[in-house]
C-alpha cells in the first residue's frame, strides 16, 4: 500500500510562485509515474503533470506548460510541483497520485490508483 502525502500549498498573489510537495512511502515505486492533478470547485479533476520515476521523463499540460516544472528526488521519495507566474485560473485542490502500470507516464486520472488527500492552492488576483 502507498501513501501519499502532499504539502506546500497555501495562497500566493497572482504572478507568484508555490512549491508542492508530494512525499510517497509504502512500497517501491521506482517504474511508475507520480502525477499532479487539480480539482477547481465545480469543475472536474484535471491533469496537471506527471514524471516517470526512473527516467525523469516528463509531460505537461498545455495550461501549464512553461510556468510548472514536476521533478523528484530519490532520497526523500518526494516529487515537487514547482509552480511559477501563478494565476487565478490555477486556484485548486491538487493532488499526488501514482500510476496503476509502471513505465506508464499517464495522464488520464483512471490511470492511478493511489491518491493523496490534496493541499490548496489559492491565486488572487
Known amino acids: 500500500q502507498v501513501q501519499l502525502v502532499e504539502s506546500g500549498g497555501g495562497l500566493v498573489q497572482a504572478g507568484g510562485s508555490l512549491r508542492l510537495s508530494c512525499a510517497a512511502s509504502?512500497?517501491?515505486?521506482?517504474?511508475?509515474?507520480m502525477g499532479w492533478f487539480r480539482q477547481a470547485p465545480g469543475k472536474a479533476r484535471e491533469f496537471v503533470a506527471a514524471?516517470?520515476?526512473?527516467?525523469?521523463?516528463?509531460y505537461y499540460a498545455d495550461s501549464v506548460k512553461g510556468r510548472f516544472t514536476i521533478s523528484r528526488d530519490n532520497a526523500k521519495n518526494t516529487v515537487y510541483l514547482r509552480m511559477n507566474s501563478l494565476k487565478p485560473e490555477d486556484t485548486a485542490v491538487y493532488y499526488c497520485?501514482?500510476?496503476?502500470?509502471?513505465?506508464?507516464?499517464?495522464?488520464?486520472?483512471?490511470?492511478?490508483?493511489?491518491w493523496g488527500q490534496g493541499t490548496q492552492v489559492t491565486v488572487s488576483s
Open positions: 497520485a501514482l500510476s496503476l502500470k509502471a513505465w506508464d507516464l499517464a495522464s488520464r486520472d483512471f490511470d492511478f490508483g493511489s
Open positions: 509504502g512500497r517501491t515505486f521506482s517504474t511508475y509515474a
Open positions: 514524471i516517470l520515476w526512473s527516467t525523469r521523463s516528463t
